[in-house]
C-alpha cells in the first residue's frame, strides 16, 4: 500500500503565496508522474500541474505563470508553489502519483486533500 500526506494549506489573502507539500510513502519502487489536482465547492476536480519523474511539467491555463510544480525523487515527494493567489484558486487541493511496487506494478494514489482559501 502507498500513501500520500498532504500538507501546506490553509487560509491567505488575494495576491498571497502558499506552498503544498505531498509525501508518498509505503511500498514504493518508483514514483513516474505526479500531479496536483483541485475541487471548488460545485465543480468538478480539475487538473492544476502535473510533472513526469523526468521533470518535464504541463500547468492548466488558469495557473501558468503563477504556480509551479516541482519534485525530489529521492524522497516520493511533490510540491506545488503557488503565488499571486486568487480568490477563484480556493479549493481542495489533491495530490496525485503514478507509483510503481516492488513487483512492477503500477497503480494511481490519491492524497485526502489539503484546503486553500484565498480572501479579498
Known amino acids: 500500500q502507498v500513501q500520500l500526506v498532504e500538507s501546506g494549506g490553509g487560509l491567505v489573502q488575494a495576491g498571497g503565496s502558499l506552498r503544498l507539500s505531498c509525501a508518498a510513502s509505503?511500498?514504493?519502487?518508483?514514483?513516474?508522474?505526479m500531479g496536483w489536482y483541485r475541487q471548488a465547492p460545485g465543480k468538478q476536480r480539475e487538473l492544476v500541474a502535473i510533472?513526469?519523474?523526468?521533470?518535464?511539467?504541463n500547468y492548466a491555463d488558469s495557473v501558468k505563470g503563477r504556480f509551479t510544480i516541482s519534485r525530489d525523487n529521492a524522497k516520493n515527494t511533490v510540491y506545488l508553489q503557488m503565488n499571486s493567489l486568487k480568490q477563484e484558486d480556493t479549493a481542495v487541493y489533491y495530490c496525485?502519483?503514478?507509483?510503481?511496487?516492488?513487483?512492477?506494478?503500477?497503480?494511481?494514489?490519491w492524497g485526502q486533500g489539503t484546503q486553500v482559501t484565498v480572501s479579498s
Open positions: 496525485n502519483a503514478d507509483t510503481e511496487n516492488w513487483l512492477r506494478t503500477t497503480r494511481v494514489y
Open positions: 509505503g511500498s514504493i519502487f518508483r514514483t513516474n508522474a
Open positions: 510533472i513526469t519523474r523526468g521533470g518535464s511539467t
